[in-house]
């Protein structure tokens, strides 16, 4: 409240000097602070979610050094182990789909790691969505400020859930140049030492080898961290149902075919337009459409054993069954997944997630 009286009386001032109006006055100096703060941006490392931001970002007039952080973390394992370890283990799992091999992954997260820790030392800009996949990476990164020790006055934070003109925000990669230099004015806001603790603390609760703490950041509600308590309650989500042994996923995925999707690529539209925020890529989606597939009882029958747009899907009557809450998923083909740093496996997980209380639950 005291900034924004403090904002008036400098319009009100600028309008007895200049004649402007409100409205004119209020203008010109909004314009004026955003150049400023654009200036005082420019210097500063940015990071985002991925390469679309980052290219429209070095478009613009705020960015110079542009870091995508490139990670899916709610899909493979994140356990707490070392850093040198955790790059390890999710370099051979995201080179799982053959597009990279394990050490060209290795390298390109060593340097990623690198090129914060070296920004860290001035300031450092944050751009991320609202979505599963944002927040994870936001918790991560947040994390590694504080384990570094960083002023967090030197950190901004900018993270949106929607844009003016989009029915259905899909993120920052949709926006353009122009956009996202509206944002930074709009949006844009430092980073206070308890939101760096509430993010070390995400991070923390992804990577127990319990999932009991992802209940505890689902329920807080961070103000600066807005969008954190809603990205892990869909994380929390992705666990077995207690109703079919599904995850929440790969029960749209299923519902997509069985409501007439005929291939994987009309699945994964399907199953992404019922996300309030989407945050699965065709490509994860894909390796679950295959994962469904697999197994004693497949729920999915394919046209080829690899998965990709084109190929074509059917139910089987297994998976008609596990849709209706007939039969189980896990309970007829086992599960071997990680969230986070929970090991799912076998027919009977220790963890799932409970339909009715909306929380994971011990088995």
């Known amino acids: 409240m005291t900034r924004q009286a403090d904002f008036k009386r400098h319009v009100r001032a600028r309008m007895a000097k200049t004649g402007e109006s409100y409205a004119a006055a209020r203008a010109q100096l909004l314009a004026e602070q955003g150049g400023q703060m654009h200036g005082a941006m420019r210097g500063a490392l940015h990071v985002t979610n991925g390469d679309s931001a980052a290219g429209t970002l070095r478009q613009t007039s705020l960015a110079e050094h542009v870091l995508p952080w490139q990670d899916v973390l709610h899909e493979g394992p994140v356990p707490a182990v070392p850093e040198a370890e955790l790059r390890r283990r999710r370099a051979a799992f995201l080179a799982e789909d053959g597009h990279a091999d394990t050490e060209t992954v290795l390298r390109s997260l060593e340097a990623r790691d690198a090129t914060l820790t070296a920004g860290a030392g001035g ?7 609202a979505d599963l996949y944002d927040q994870l990476q936001l918790a991560q990164v947040l994390a590694r400020l504080g384990e570094l020790d960083v ?3 030197r950190v901004t934070l ?27 004015d709009t949006a844009a806001a430092p ?13 923390a609760a992804l990577r127990a080898d319990d999932p009991l703490g992802l209940r505890v950041i689902a329920r807080t509600h961070h103000p600066e961290l807005r969008f954190l308590a809603e990205a892990f309650d869909r994380l929390g989500r992705e666990y077995p149902s207690t109703r079919d042994g599904l995850s929440l996923t790969e029960r749209r995925i299923l519902a997509a075919v069985d409501d007439g999707a005929e291939t994987a690529g009309q699945a994964f539209v399907s199953a992404a337009a019922r996300e309030p925020r989407p945050f699965l890529g065709d490509t994860f989606c894909f390796r679950a459409i295959a994962r ?17 747009a084109s190929t074509r899907v059917s139910t089987t009557p297994a998976g008609t069954s596990v849709l ?5 998923y ?15 496996a076998g ?17």
């Open 191 to 203: 980073v206070s030492r308890s939101a760096l603790d509430h993010g070390t603390a995400a991070w």
């Open 123 to 129: 300031d450092v800009v944050l751009w991320f969505e």
């Open 330 to 344: 896990v309970g007829l083909n086992g599960i071997d997944r990680w969230i986070g740093g929970v090991h799912l």
């Open 324 to 328: 209706a809450g007939s039969d189980d």
């Open 292 to 308: 469904l597939a697999a197994g004693p009882a497949p729920l999915l029958d394919l046209s080829a054993p690899e998965v990709g």
């Open 151 to 153: 002023d967090p006055g």
């Open 347 to 363: 027919r009977e997980p220790k963890w799932r997630w409970d339909e009715g209380t909306e929380t994971i639950v011990p088995m």
């Open 158 to 184: 900018t993270c949106i859930g929607e844009h003016l003109g989009f029915a259905h925000f899909g993120g920052l990669g949709e926006l353009d140049a122009s956009q996202l230099e509206r944002v930074a």
